[in-house]
């Protein structure tokens, strides 16, 4: 095998997995409180194997490598739904949620109620007041009619305050990993946070997905497209490779 396409077979490899990652934003794109993957690419400086020598006499490879994946933490666009169990955050910071696996940090913010009254999100896990505790709301009818959340996160359940929703931010940069359903655990335990000062909890409103469809799409033609030249750079090395055994090493009589 021809020693370049070592290059461009590891570029590929790549690329497939950029694909993953734009294909998984797109699939996203209506997912609220989803934030958009981002990879990283690295240079990295290889010393060749034996006999993948340079017509130069340069004895070391530039090839692209995986670094890793960077969250995209920016706000996504707000959408009306007029649902008083709806809430976005216009500023820093996640709610609280307690997953059975842990506590987890999410902008997804539709929220319902169970059985026994209790603010919950979509995936059941229960959404905690700044006590730690979860929020209650009594005689709560059926089409959550009674129920007001003011900007500080107050829960009132027919003029009375039941609660108060918890909003906590993180040090940036953010050192969170994704865990599913829009949320996020910390890599560091214990580690440090703190109630952001300018941010408004919107009642009625949920915070979209913040992946630009448009630049993902044109991100998917662009991956197509290298793929395309990747692959005629390969069939130029079968053809290269063919010639070699085929015709250099051919023997003729001399007339």
Do not use: C
Request: cysteine-free.
């Amino acid at each position: 095998m021809e020693p370049g396409s070592y290059a461009v077979v590891g570029a590929s490899m790549l690329q497939q997995r950029r694909l993953e990652i734009v294909a998984n934003n797109l699939a996203q794109v209506n997912t609220p409180g989803y934030k958009a993957d981002v990879p990283v690419f690295r240079i990295e400086k290889t010393s060749k194997t034996a006999g993948q020598g340079s017509a130069l006499g340069d004895d070391v490879v530039q090839q692209s490598a995986w670094k890793f994946t960077h969250i995209n933490y920016k706000q996504g666009s707000f959408r009306k739904t007029n649902n008083p169990l709806d809430l976005a955050l216009n500023g820093d910071g996640f709610f609280v949620l307690r997953s059975p696996g842990g506590l987890r940090y999410s902008r997804a913010g539709q929220f319902g109620l169970n059985r026994d009254g209790v603010m919950i999100a979509k995936q059941g896990w229960p959404l905690l007041g700044v006590d730690n505790g979860e929020i209650r709301v009594p005689n709560a009818s059926s089409q959550n009619s009674g129920i007001f959340i003011n900007q500080t996160g107050q829960v009132y359940s027919n003029g009375e305050v039941v609660g108060q929703v918890q909003i906590i931010d993180f040090p940036k940069p953010y050192a969170l990993e994704k865990r599913g359903f829009s949320s996020f655990s910390t890599v560091v335990p214990g580690q440090a946070t703190f109630k952001p000062e300018s941010t408004d909890i919107l009642q009625g409103y949920i915070e979209g997905s913040n992946v630009n469809a448009i630049a993902e799409m044109v991100k998917l033609i662009e991956i197509g497209r290298l793929y395309e030249t990747y692959q005629k750079t390969i069939k130029t090395f079968d053809s290269i490779d063919d010639r070699a055994v085929n015709d250099l090493g051919r023997v003729e009589e001399i007339q």
